[in-house]
């Protein structure tokens, strides 16, 4: 059973799911600040399905990779390069194949039953969410900008706006400004875990920002949206659509500010060296929403 396990672990790549709740805190406060009370159901609903979406992409990335060979090529770190479970373990692939889809199921049947009590506002968002997590590893990694951007509309735009819509019933700006630094962080870190893997990802066919523009290119890019994750915090402090407490999420610029000095005078090449700047890029990715769910909290 525990042999199990692990492989099942390795699959899901189960430590990256604290992305999903760290994306969600603030989307669950916004929608309590909102709403005055929460459906406790809608809550674990909500956290369900956004957990099942991605263990879903995660299955899926897992089985793709495998077929195509590029888990074969990679060098992997705790960031990059794949879990390497089904390169130690073949017999496993249909059974991440399997799990991918049984937990898209799992989203769609949640996602339904909202449709029943919401009505159709959520089936374009719903049906958009379903084709980034199915085309994303065979489709979307081939358009350089839009693997770049798909990761942040998945976890960042679609999850706050649609949590917040079933949990407080209607859309809402707040939301929708809420979701921006949180996608660009969510794009930021997967654009710095693919820089280790460009010339694997090339060899298999894969055209995102590392790949098509080179690392200079993906380094200056990731350097401008982090700029740009802490002015959208800012801009949506001045502008008054969310409180000051939002303010909390700039406690990780300076973090941010290391990750990308290191980057702009990382040579390309040392991929060992890169590792403890990705790691570094990992806690500003999940604590900036989190300090963002504390400031809503400070301010309800």
């Known amino acids: ?57 995660n299955a899926l990335n897992e089985y793709e990779d495998f077929r195509s060979g590029l888990d074969f090529t990679t060098q992997r770190s705790p960031f990059s390069g794949g879990s390497g479970t089904l390169v130690a373990h073949p017999e496993f692939a249909p059974v991440a194949l399997y799990l991918g889809l049984t937990c898209l199921m799992i989203t769609l049947s949640i996602g339904w039953y909202f449709v029943q009590k919401l009505g159709a506002v959520l089936i374009a968002p719903g049906l958009l969410g379903l084709v980034l997590v199915m085309a994303y590893t065979r489709w979307i990694n081939l358009f350089p900008l839009l693997c770049l951007l798909a990761p942040g509309i998945g976890l960042g735009v679609l999850m706050i706006n649609l949590a917040v819509l079933v949990l407080s019933g209607e859309p809402s700006l707040e939301a929708l400004v809420l979701s921006v630094p949180v996608a660009l962080l969510v794009s ?54 969310l409180p000051a407490g939002v303010m909390l999420g700039w406690l990780t610029a300076p973090l941010a500010f290391w990750v990308c000095r290191d980057l702009l005078r990382w040579d390309g090449a040392n991929h060992h060296s890169l590792v403890p700047v990705m790691g570094r890029s990992v806690v500003v990715t999940l604590l900036t929403p989190l300090l963002l769910a504390a400031g809503l909290l400070i301010n309800t």
């Open 1 to 57: 059973m525990a042999y199990m396990d692990k492989k099942l672990l390795g699959v899901i790549r189960a430590r990256f799911l604290l992305l999903t709740m760290a994306c969600l805190a603030p989307a669950l406060v916004l929608a309590w600040h909102l709403a005055g009370t929460l459906d406790p159901l809608a809550i674990t609903l909500v956290v369900v399905a956004g957990l099942a979406s991605h263990v879903a992409a």
């Open 188 to 241: 930021n870190l997967l654009l710095i875990n693919q820089l280790p893997d460009i010339e694997a990802d090339r060899r298999v066919g894969r055209r995102h920002i590392a790949v098509a523009w080179g690392v200079v290119w993906a380094v200056r890019i990731y350097t401008v949206l982090a700029l740009c994750v802490y002015l959208s915090i800012l801009g949506i402090w001045l502008a008054g659509v």
